[in-house]
């Protein structure tokens, strides 16, 4: 910011024509001289304000002083800080590390897509379904869309298989006995996808062994804010799950907990 400074006949005075009387007391002047040449120094206080770009004048300041002598006007004028204030604030933002409960309590995402892929039709694409379909042939991928807005969230992928008696308007089968595999793809699946083009890996989540009433939490991080992702799940052993997913009560499937 540019420091504006008073100019030289303000802060001297009118009278800073550099020569003035000799003071009484002081005797006579010297020999061939009317009177005696006397230098006076003015000191003029000045504040002014240090301000970056980006930051207000109220949070960085310096004071200091200037002297000129009314002899030399033209002379450059010296400065000394006195006084340095500078203020700054810094935040963080992270995401919390720990799990979403295992409900549809609080914030959720619904599966916008659902993409069923058989190992015995490798090139067939069977399009979107409403079931998820799980067993030894047989895998689905769930697409979920997570808004910007859960910027700085945690997003938990949770697993609800309620017991048939809590079911109003869903069902599902379950046969055999294992868990379900789950991973996290590096591109989210279309009603294109076959066995053959499942999209690559990007992180194996484990096995999750499940059973009838249980309520399951996958994996959490941060919520993949303005983002598309996909998981693909399939079956263990000689388990075989099919089921209408549903939000209804009691909700049943896959959903993304956002907390």
Known sequence: ???????????????????????????????????????????????????????SAAG?????????????????????????????????????????????SGSYEFPHLIVPVYSSAPDKAYGTSYNGKISSTVSSIF?????????????????LLPAHDRLQTSAYTLTGSGGISVAELTAPATEQTTYNTVPKVAVELGVTQIKEGGAYVVTSH????????????KATGSLKLD?????????????????
């Open 1 to 55: 910011m540019p420091v504006l400074l008073p100019d030289a006949e303000a802060l001297l005075g009118s009278s800073a024509a550099g020569h003035a009387s000799a003071p009484a007391g002081h005797g006579s002047a010297p020999a061939g001289n009317g009177s005696a040449t006397v230098t006076t120094y003015h000191t003029a206080h000045f504040t002014f304000s240090n301000c970056p770009r980006g930051s």
């Open 60 to 104: 960085s300041s310096t004071t200091g002083s200037l002297s000129a002598p009314t002899g030399s006007p033209s002379q450059s004028v010296a400065s000394t800080l006195a006084t340095v204030t500078k203020t700054s604030a810094s935040a963080s933002n992270t995401a919390s590390a720990s799990s979403c409960p295992a409900d549809l």
């Open 143 to 159: 697409n979920f869309d997570i808004p910007a807005s859960d910027a700085g969230k945690t997003c938990s992928l949770v697993f």
């Open 222 to 233: 941060a919520c993949g804010a303005g983002q598309r992702i996909a998981f693909e799940v």
């Open 243 to 259: 089921f209408f997913q549903d939000y209804n009560p009691s909700p049943l499937g896959f959903y993304v907990r956002v907390c």
